[in-house]
């Protein structure tokens, strides 16, 4: 079911999705499971709100069962996102000569940077992977 979402959560979806400088494009990022639960979780956390508040916007005809309904769909994406990285390994990342921290998400073949993962950006970084710790 897709449902029309309110002029508050539509601005965050347009902040977090241009934000980093970068043209990648929202369903692009959704497929990072550290990112799609974070985003995900905001996206509920903004609609309860909403609830909490007695924001005005919900007087309006039918905006509940949208706000209900979209809720919804993103806790299950949130589910969906947990269920993903539990097929995976989660773990800190460790920066040798240069300054990096967060969390990353290894999958068979793809590895997933958190939300709030730091580096100083540079040329010619790289990321290698062991199993020696």
């Keep these: 079911m897709r449902t029309t979402l309110p002029l508050s959560v ?3 979806l347009f902040l977090t999705a241009c934000s980093g400088g970068s043209m990648i494009s929202l369903s692009d990022r959704l497929e990072n499971p550290l990112f799609a639960e974070r985003y995900a979780e905001t996206i509920v956390g903004r609609l309860v709100e909403l609830e909490i508040q007695k ?10 069962e949208k706000v209900h309904a979209l809720r919804d769909e993103w806790l299950e994406k949130a589910q969906e996102a947990r269920e993903t990285q539990r ?8 920066g040798d000569k240069e300054y990096a921290r967060g969390e990353v998400l290894y999958l068979p073949d793809m590895l997933f940077f958190s939300t709030v993962f730091e580096t100083e950006p540079r040329p010619g970084l790289h990321v290698y992977l062991t ?3």
């Excluded at 924001?55 to 509940?64: K, Q, S, V, Y």
């Excluded at 097929?87 to 460790?94: A, K, L, R, S, T």
Aim: charged fraction near 15%.
């Design 10 to 12: 539509v601005s965050l």
């Design 131 to 133: 199993e020696v710790v």
């Design 87 to 94: 097929g995976g390994f989660i773990g800190e990342f460790v």
């Design 55 to 64: 924001d005005p916007l919900l007087n309006e005809a039918g905006m509940i």
